[in-house]
């Protein structure tokens, strides 16, 4: 589930029960993730379930998945009390980038919480509808972009077989790192 895909409509328990699993997944998860959203100051799990009304273990669930998706990230607070956190506000909204690579979607956002600023990738699918499901992500912080890039570029000449590319490679990079 992401911002990216349509509101779902409210449905009563008799509704849900005749749902596939499939449907009924991305029901729960796109309920949870909207009043996620809309819960800045974050929200607990018996919080969540008392507003929707789903069983504990459901979500519990899709909180975690919202959660290993970096859609939303959990601050932990004593022994037994967690709270759930929507993962920022994109802050340029003219500045998503997705790109497809082999056969994957790719998108860059960057995002600001009560933390900072950070670079938001996310792996997606594309869906039959023409919306994007995120299949995972990761969550990186502005400041450390650059270093990343480093890495990511030494392992990729390390690895690379094909001189040819490495010299293109090495180029672009150079370009890439005149700012830096």
Not at 115 to 140: A, N, R, W
Request: proline share 2%; with cysteine.
């Amino acid at each position: 589930m992401n911002k990216e895909q349509k509101q779902l409509p409210h449905l009563s328990s008799e509704e849900l029960e005749n749902l596939s699993p499939e449907y009924k997944r991305e029901y729960y998860r796109g309920t949870i993730y909207d009043i996620l959203k809309k819960s800045e100051q974050g929200i607990t799990a018996t919080q969540m379930k008392k507003i929707t009304r789903f069983s504990h273990n459901t979500v519990k669930n899709h909180l975690e998945h919202l959660v290993s998706t970096r859609e939303a990230y959990k601050r932990e607070y004593g022994d037994r009390s967690i709270i759930y956190f929507p993962n920022g506000r994109l802050c340029h909204h003219d500045k998503i980038i997705r790109y497809k690579i082999g056969g994957c979607y790719y998108s860059f956002k960057i995002i600001k919480n009560s933390m900072g600023e950070f670079l938001y990738l996310q792996e997606q699918s594309k869906d039959v509808d023409g919306g994007y499901t995120t299949k995972g992500g990761i969550v990186i912080e502005k400041e450390n972009i650059p270093d990343l890039i480093r890495r990511l570029s030494k392992l990729f000449l390390e690895i690379s077989n094909e001189d040819e590319i490495k010299k293109e490679f090495e180029k672009d990079i150079r370009g890439v790192f005149s700012w830096v």
